[in-house]
């Protein structure tokens, strides 16, 4: 396999950096493709880069780009074709298409809802484009890596192995960058790569840049922590999770069936906070006073019509009106995104994520952006042990809801 893994940064007159593909020397041709470097928009972080980054910037780079790969026999194609690049498509079009098979570390989407691991960070790489994102579903890896060989899109997000992107005649790169461990620790496929249909096209040139920037990179492990798989993956957390459904939840099944109608939720979604909540538990009760199968405050419960709290019914009614008007005080906040800021209001109160907004926003940062919001509770979790539990709990939630989609337990 043949492999772009000359990788150069140079100045001009100017001190613009460029940088420089060299194709290999066994070429038929000797070629240079100069590209302008990706454009961080307004939103991106400003904060300095963990030093451990830093100082593997040019090593994580490297490895990225070496991932960038191409079959001999259609190197030269690729670099000299004359149809228009994905990159002038893609901003002609203003819509980043992106073809993509289903998956614990790619794409989830079933019902209502769309998010992924890998789909978070495409977004992410869309927005700094300024354009929008749209996915194609596809069966199997093979096919869509076809279907940018074909030109069907413009990008693939798989898990397919170098073997197959190279006999797929498309270019791939490691979302880690070359940091496998960080997905792989977080119970997620560490080969986990976007591919395009040319290493030498600006769309995958950019693409490398943004994956392996310092501020990316740690952007990057803050997503598959949020991502965690192996939370059911633990016997005990499995076993445990089984069993209320077993054991509890034909009891309620109903009343969530119901009162997500009412409030136009997803049911198995007030099922998996109400796992997170009482284990399914009506009576469940806490030191505070917590109590009842949502866990309801005595506060919450009077001022959602709740008259009794470890009445399964309005417990769950009560939890979804709660979460319903959690979902209005967000409202700006696109989908997927808005459940999570929802989530994590319902946990520890609007207010609370609103101070976190501005903060990101007078940070020069998307204060919409899920990946920023939970990245700020991370990096200040030290500081507020809230953002710790509002972490765990909207991660949990998701995790079980997942479950509950997939019928993994």
């Not at 009891?251 to 979604?269: C, R």
């Amino acid at each position: 396999m043949q492999r772009l893994s000359n990788w150069i940064n140079r100045k001009d007159n100017q001190s613009i950096a460029s940088n420089v593909f060299i194709a290999p020397s066994n070429s038929t041709k000797s070629v240079r493709q100069f590209l302008t470097p990706l454009h961080r928009n307004s939103f991106i972080s400003k904060r300095p880069a963990n030093k451990k980054f830093a100082k593997t910037k040019m090593l994580a780079q490297i490895s990225g780009i070496a991932l960038l790969s191409l079959p001999a026999k259609s190197l030269t194609t690729a670099l000299f074709t004359t149809e228009a690049d994905a990159y002038q498509k893609v901003m002609a079009s203003q819509v980043l298409t992106l073809a993509s098979v289903k998956g614990s570390s790619t794409y989830f989407s079933t019902d209502r809802f769309e998010h992924g691991f890998g789909y978070d960070i495409a977004r992410s790489y869309a927005h700094d484009l300024g354009v929008d994102i749209e996915v194609k579903q596809y069966d199997s890896d093979a096919d869509a890596l076809a279907a940018v060989r074909e030109g069907e899109a413009d990008m693939a997000l798989t898990t397919a192995s170098t073997k197959l992107s190279s006999e797929s005649g498309v270019a791939s790169v490691n979302i880690s960058c070359g940091f496998d461990s960080t997905l792989a620790a977080n119970g997620l496929h560490p080969k986990t790569n976007w591919s395009f249909r040319s290493s030498s096209d600006p769309l995958a040139v950019k693409a490398s840049h943004f994956l392996c920037d310092d501020g990316q990179l740690i952007n990057t492990t803050k997503i598959a922590n949020f991502y965690d798989q192996t939370l059911l993956k633990d016997d005990y957390n499995r076993k445990h999770f089984e069993k209320a459904l077993t054991a509890n939840l034909p009891s309620y099944k109903s009343s969530f069936q119901q009162q997500a109608s009412t409030y136009n939720h997803d049911w198995q979604l007030l099922v998996a906070m109400g796992y997170q909540e009482s284990h399914l538990d009506a009576n469940a009760i806490s030191p505070t006073g917590v109590r009842g199968l949502m866990m309801l405050t005595n506060n919450t419960a009077k001022a959602m019509g709740v008259s009794d709290r470890v009445d399964p019914y309005q417990s769950i009614g009560g939890g979804a009106r709660y979460l319903e008007q959690m979902k209005a005080a967000f409202s700006d906040v696109p989908n997927p995104d808005r459940l999570w800021f929802a989530l994590a209001s319902y946990n520890m109160g609007p207010n609370a994520v609103k101070s976190i907004q501005k903060k990101l926003e007078n940070n020069g940062q998307n204060p919409n952006s899920w990946s920023n919001v939970y990245t700020y509770m991370s990096d200040h979790a030290s500081q507020n042990s809230r953002y710790i539990q509002c972490m765990d709990y909207v991660t949990n939630i998701r995790s079980y809801l997942e479950s509950l989609k997939m019928q993994t337990v």
